[in-house]
């Protein structure tokens, strides 16, 4: 790699690390040192390749699905995370509740199978259309509805105290895979 591609590639990876981290972590169901491993092969990865790359944001996040999709192929058992005490992100009852629900959220995606973690991931976190999602995954678009449908209720299952967010709470925002259809009398 030359100085001018060497620059370049770190001045990506100051700037764009902290949230291809969270997407990482997400994916490995909470497990930092997972996440970490899994960035830090991924920009392995594209390093060697960086010259080649036109969007390297979604080369690196793809390299990420794909890796994790690798992990869960592998029959290797989940690892549980112990964690002393629950992070203190700030004071007061909306700070305790945000906490509380966070740990509620990670123990129930850590719960689900790798499968289901990284297709909610994907949908909901990072926001992608169901035919996004088939294409990383290597899947229809048939799989990918009836893997999100079993994961909702399955993680409905495991933190029923996430039930106060239905949809009643939550303002309803269209999904990006279809557009807004306007019905006449």
């Not at 591609?5 to 997407?23: G, I, K, Q, W, Y």
């Not at 994916?27 to 970490?36: K, S």
């Not at 129930?108 to 088939?134: G, I, S």
């Not at 048939?142 to 939550?170: I, K, N």
């Amino acid at each position: 790699m030359d100085a001018q591609a060497e620059e370049s590639f770190r001045e990506f990876v100051a700037n764009r690390s902290s949230a291809l981290l969270r997407t990482a972590v997400l994916l490995a169901g909470g497990d930092r040192h997972a996440g970490e491993d899994l960035l830090q092969n991924a920009l392995m990865k594209a390093a060697g390749r960086w010259h080649r790359i036109d969007e390297p944001e979604a080369y690196v996040r793809q390299v990420l699905y794909r890796q994790q999709v690798s992990r869960w192929r592998l029959k290797w058992p989940g690892r549980e995370l112990s964690v002393a005490e629950p992070p203190d992100t700030g004071t007061g009852p909306d700070a305790s509740a945000a906490a509380e629900l966070r740990l509620v959220m990670r123990g129930a995606l850590a719960r689900l199978t790798a499968r289901q973690r990284t297709v909610l991931v994907l949908r909901y976190f990072e926001d992608l259309p169901e035919a996004d999602v088939a294409r990383m995954l290597g899947c229809s678009v048939g799989t990918v509805r009836s893997t999100t449908h079993r994961s909702l209720a399955r993680l409905r299952a495991l933190a029923p105290e996430l039930a106060a967010l239905g949809p009643a709470d939550v303002e309803r925002q269209p999904s990006r895979d279809y557009a807004p259809v306007e019905v006449r009398p």
